[in-house]
Every structure is written in structure tokens, then in C-alpha cells.
């Protein structure tokens, strides 16, 4: 089992799109994931046991776990890349 | 037009945990998208709304009362509490403009850019719920659908203006190349920091003050976590409303449960969202998709930014300090306290990360959407029954977003005027604001393309 932040300012609407998206994509490669949707001002108080972080804005990690830019879920550019990046932390 | 508002008003009296799952599913299955998919998106916007009015409900019946006790006991007015956006759009998704709002959203978005009025191409459906906001207050103030709908289209089109306005700064100090932020809130304030640059620019000593802090939001911790938030707020307010040991820890408990649960249950409205979003994204992105083009998006983009991290955690009491100087101010900011980023992410930028100019465009933002929000919270309150999420009748609801932008407070007293020594003063300054921001939104460009 993996376990995905995904986080924006609100953590419900930009988020959710990305959460929908990676949820989809790791049901379509056979990865169990739990995905977890937060604030980014919550992040860094929840790392413990997560195997990826992906926001829907540019942030400047302050951790060392995986961190993946979400963004190209919101604009449609560049997403196949994104979703291989992810796929290539989350794989076993 | 009756016949259509008869269907519509039909499809409203079925409550909005029935109507709009049935009106997704029906778009969903019209746009394309699989039965499954579709079936799963109308559930999932009735499980929101089911959710919020849970928390709504857990919101009036606990935290109103304590509220008022706290009033009572300091002879202060604050007895009624910011619902926020989680509260309030929800509400505005269940109007009856709302199921129209997305495509007039749409409609006058490309005909702007058809006409070049516009390089935003809108693709943030759910932050349409802004301008359907103004549209449900102004049909519930003026009684017609019809001025509803311009107001909708009215508001759209200012808000798309106000990302090209702003475009430069996204992409100069967020560093988002190609992405404008038409959003509702965000977008309504940018111009008031235009204005305070300007001036703050022309005063010596002050014009060189300059606070730029990338580390400050470490020292804040755990206080910037929701849930802790929340419970030292409830706690506070129960010492202060005279409630004994008991009361005060459940009070913080609650505080904390709605301020934690409000994003967590209207996830799900947004879930059912994404079919429509997703295939408007598409399609227009198919036809706009030249790098003329701004692609619009959510202002929650900004929300990371350091500066902006540190500023919305000072505003959090600020914003209840400025809320107790209001003349007359009967609001307790709650609900929009945790994003109060939304209020503020664009100042930031425009003022290049200076956190003292921001707190200047800060405080004055605050204060004019606290004062503005008591204005509307009778049309809001009206807007929460038709809701269905007043459990209460003696229950009375604000919201500073978007109870408190002075966008829907301009164009609902246009039509209204029932305050017209505010709607003047209000109008009157923003208006200056906005024209500041033209020609120095002109600048911005120029500066753009010389680089």
C-alpha cells in the first residue's frame, strides 16, 4: 500500500482534481495507493509513512520523500510525463 | 422564460442533495462520459451536500450560541459566524442560477476572447460558484432570474479582465508562465494592493520599508494545522462565553471538527464536478490552445508561497482584531480563517513579497469584506434556507467570501440601493482601485515584453 499527499491551498478543488487523476492512474497500473488530499501548509506535519507528495502548485520541498509538481493535471500540458514520474516513485 | 423558471424552480424544490446529483448525471451522460463515471459524480455532489449540512448544522446548534453567550458577556456584537466559502458555496451550487452559471461562464468567456476583449481561458469551473453568487443574491434581491443571469455574466467578465490584468505578476513573482487567476475572491482585492503600492510608493521612509520573510512559517508549527487551530478557537471562545470546564473542551473539540470536516465534505461537491470540468477543459483548450493564451486558473496555486504562508497566518488573528474595530460588526470570522490566503495571495505579489505593504492591502481588504458581509447577510441568510441548510429559523448566516466582495455588493446595490452612502463610498473607491490597475497593469505588460 502506498500513500500519496496531494495537496493545494484549499485542499478541495485543484487538489481533488489531481487526486482524481492519480487515484485513476494507479487503478489502471494495478498499485494499491491511498490518497491522502491536504492544504500545503499542512504537509509537512503529516510525512510519516508517505511514499510521494504532489501539490498543484510550484513549491520548494522542505523534505526529503519524493515530490512530484501536479500542475500539468490542472492544465493538460505535459501530463503523460507527470504521470509517468509518479508512476516510476509509486512501482514497486 | 416562466416555463423554463417553472422547470427550474421545480428541479430546486427537490432539495440540492437530489436535485444536483440528477442534474450531474444528466450533463455528465450529455457531455459523454461513461454511465459508471456518471452515476458515481451525481452521488458523490449529493454526498457534499449532505455533509454540509451536517457541518453547518454541528456549526449553528454549537458554536452560534456559545458565540452569542461571548457577546453578551463583553458587550461586543460578533454573535454570528463566517459560514467561509466551504459554507457558502455549497449554498450558491444549490440556487437556482447556478445551473445555468457554469455555461453563461462559459458562453461569455469566448465570446470575450473571440473579440480579444480576453486572453484567459478559463478552465476553473468550480470558482464559477463566485459569480454565481452574485447572480443568486442578486436574483433573491431583485426577485428576477433574469437580472440574476447578467449579473453572472457581468461578474464573469469582470473577473476574466482582472486575470489579464494580473497575469504579469503570476508569472513574475509566482513564476507561473502562461496562467492567469479569474477568481472571485483573489481577483476582487488584487486592485485595492495596486492602490497601496502606489501610494506607499510616493511616502518617504515608508516606501523603503521592506519585510521579505522566506522562514518565519517554521517558528508557527503545529499552530498552523487546522485542527489545533480550530480547538485553541473554540476553547477561547468558551472561556470567554463563561462556559464551565466541560463545555469549553467539547466547544473546542466541535470548533475544531467543523473547521477540519467543512473541506472534507465539500471535496465531494467538487468530485462531482470534475466530468463537466473535464471536458470543458478539454474542449477548450483544443481551441485556445495558442501561447497567446492565459489558461485560468484556481488561485490556490498561490497559497504555497512563503510569503503568503506567513501572511495568512498573521491575518488569522489580525483578521478577528479587525473584526472587533468594524462599526457595527456582528460577524466572528470562522469559516474562512484557515484560507484566509485567498484574501491576500495576489497582494503579495504585487507588492514583490514585501509583508509589511502586505499586511497594509491586508488589513484594508479585511476590513471592507467585514463590513460589506453585514451588509448581505440578509440576502445570505435568504440564500442558506432556499439551501435548505437553515435547521434553525432563528439562525442567521454571513460568509466572508463572498458574502464581503464588494464586486457582488456593487452590482447587487446598482440594482438595489437600499444603502446608498455605502454603495457610494464603496463604489467609489473601488473604482479608483481599478483604474490604477489599468494603467499599471499596462506597465506590467510593457516591462514583460522589454525582458
Request: charged residues 15%.
Amino acid at each position: 500500500m502506498k500513500k500519496i499527499i496531494v495537496a493545494c491551498g484549499g485542499a478541495v478543488a485543484t487538489s481533488t482534481v489531481a487526486a482524481d487523476a492519480i487515484k485513476e492512474l494507479c487503478e489502471k497500473n494495478g498499485i494499491s495507493a491511498e490518497v491522502i488530499q491536504m492544504r500545503i501548509i499542512e504537509i509537512e506535519n503529516n510525512l510519516d509513512g508517505i511514499d510521494l507528495v504532489v501539490t498543484t502548485m510550484k513549491i520548494v520541498p522542505n523534505f526529503d520523500i519524493p515530490y512530484v509538481n501536479g500542475m500539468p493535471f490542472l492544465t493538460g500540458i505535459n501530463k503523460e510525463e507527470t504521470e509517468k514520474r509518479i508512476l516510476s516513485y509509486i512501482k514497486d | 422564460m416562466d416555463f423554463i423558471l417553472q422547470i427550474v424552480q421545480y428541479f430546486v424544490n427537490l432539495g440540492p442533495a437530489v436535485m444536483l446529483p440528477i442534474i450531474i448525471f444528466i450533463v455528465s451522460l450529455i457531455l459523454g462520459q461513461s454511465f459508471g463515471k456518471s452515476i458515481k459524480s451525481g452521488i458523490s455532489i449529493g454526498i457534499g451536500f449532505v455533509g454540509i449540512g451536517l457541518v453547518i448544522g454541528l456549526m449553528l446548534n454549537n458554536l452560534a450560541p456559545a458565540a452569542k453567550a461571548m457577546s453578551q458577556n463583553f458587550g461586543i456584537s460578533m454573535s454570528l459566524i463566517d459560514i467561509g466559502w466551504p459554507g457558502s458555496s455549497p449554498m450558491t451550487w444549490a440556487s437556482r442560477i447556478a445551473l445555468v452559471a457554469i455555461p453563461v461562464a462559459i458562453i461569455v468567456n469566448i465570446i470575450m476572447l473571440a473579440l480579444r476583449f480576453t486572453r484567459v481561458v478559463n478552465i476553473d469551473i468550480w470558482n464559477i460558484w463566485h459569480f454565481a453568487f452574485t447572480g443568486a443574491i442578486v436574483d433573491i434581491a431583485t426577485g428576477s432570474y433574469t437580472l440574476g443571469i447578467i449579473a453572472v455574466a457581468v461578474h464573469a467578465a469582470f473577473a476574466y479582465k482582472i486575470g489579464d490584468w494580473f497575469a504579469p505578476v503570476v508569472e513574475n513573482y509566482f513564476g507561473l508562465e502562461g496562467i492567469a487567476m479569474p477568481h472571485g475572491t483573489t481577483g476582487w482585492f488584487a486592485p485595492i494592493s495596486v492602490f497601496v503600492d502606489g501610494i506607499m510608493d510616493r511616502i518617504p521612509v515608508v516606501r523603503d520599508i521592506d519585510i521579505n520573510p522566506k522562514h518565519l512559517k517554521n517558528k508557527f508549527g503545529i499552530l498552523c494545522d487546522p485542527a489545533v487551530m480550530g480547538g485553541i478557537m473554540g476553547v477561547i471562545i468558551g472561556i470567554l462565553a463563561g462556559y464551565d470546564v466541560q463545555q469549553i473542551l467539547t466547544l473546542g473539540i466541535q470548533m475544531a471538527a467543523v473547521i477540519v470536516l467543512m473541506p472534507v465534505v465539500v471535496k465531494y461537491i467538487m468530485g462531482g464536478l470534475i466530468p463537466v470540468s473535464e471536458v470543458a477543459r478539454t474542449k477548450l483548450q483544443k481551441k485556445f490552445k495558442n501561447s497567446k493564451f492565459y489558461i485560468g486558473l484556481d488561485c490556490a496555486l498561490l497559497l504555497g508561497d512563503p510569503v503568503v504562508v506567513t501572511a495568512s497566518l498573521l491575518f488569522i488573528p489580525l483578521t478577528i482584531l479587525i473584526a472587533a474595530i468594524v462599526p457595527g460588526n456582528q460577524i466572528l470570522p470562522f469559516g474562512d480563517l484557515p484560507t484566509i490566503g485567498f484574501f491576500i495571495a495576489m497582494a503579495v505579489g504585487v507588492h514583490k513579497g514585501n509583508l509589511f505593504r502586505t499586511l497594509i492591502t491586508g488589513s484594508i481588504v479585511m476590513f471592507m469584506a467585514i463590513w460589506i458581509s453585514n451588509q448581505m447577510i440578509g440576502f445570505h441568510t435568504i440564500l442558506a434556507a432556499n439551501a435548505g441548510q437553515l435547521t434553525n429559523s432563528a439562525a442567521r448566516v454571513a460568509s466572508l467570501d463572498q458574502g464581503g466582495s464588494p464586486v457582488t455588493y456593487i452590482i447587487t446595490q446598482v440594482l438595489d440601493m437600499t444603502n446608498v452612502a455605502g454603495f457610494a463610498a464603496i463604489g467609489l473607491f473601488y473604482l479608483i482601485c481599478v483604474i490604477c490597475t489599468i494603467v499599471w497593469s499596462k506597465k506590467q505588460y510593457k516591462m514583460l515584453n522589454n525582458k
